[in-house]
């Protein structure tokens, strides 16, 4: 069973090995999402994609990011090293 989320996202730590599962679930979505050309599929996915994010504890990215360009990935990353 899924721990309660509420409003403002998930209030709680995940074991290690929970935390684990849930960041390969994300991986897992945010791969299909990229090479998703279906509306339906999208629709489908995202709010999942944003409960793992809160689940997790962070930040889900713009979605934007998902059709953005690569060569200009740059621009993304500017000061994280």
Do not use: C
């Not at 069973?1 to 403002?8: N, V």
């Not at 209030?11 to 279906?38: C, E, H, M, W």
């Amino acid at each position: 069973m899924l721990p309660t989320l509420r409003k403002q996202g998930f209030f709680g730590t995940l074991k290690p090995k929970d935390y684990l599962a849930v960041t390969r679930q994300i991986n897992q979505l945010t791969r299909q999402l990229v090479n998703s050309k279906n509306v339906f599929e999208w629709k489908t996915l995202l709010p999942q994609l944003r409960v793992l994010h809160n689940l997790a504890g962070s930040a889900m990215p713009e979605v934007a990011l998902v059709t953005a360009d690569f060569a200009q990935s740059d621009l993304f990353v500017g000061g994280v090293s």
